[in-house]
């Protein structure tokens, strides 16, 4: 799937991650996707929550190796 902007949150802990992928909404229009980049394990666990809380939608999670991948399209 083709993000339409994309985060690099390697090495950051938490909430870095989060706050780093709330900014990077706040900047993007309904319906533009948003792939982050992470290398916190616990970022796939807020991710999630996040998603919930804000009303942005999910769509794909993935690790590799120790790159945690995520997909969120902007509410």
């Avoid at 985060?7 to 533009?32: E, H, T």
């Amino acid at each position: 799937m083709q993000a339409d902007k994309e985060l690099d949150a390697r090495g950051l802990n938490c909430p870095l991650p989060i706050l780093k992928a709330k900014k990077a909404l706040a900047d993007m229009v309904s319906g533009q996707i948003l792939r982050v980049i992470s290398t916190d394990s616990g970022s796939v666990r807020d991710f999630q929550a996040f998603a919930k809380q804000t009303g942005n939608e999910l769509l794909e999670q993935q690790t590799v190796g120790s790159d945690h991948f995520t997909l969120l399209k902007r509410r």
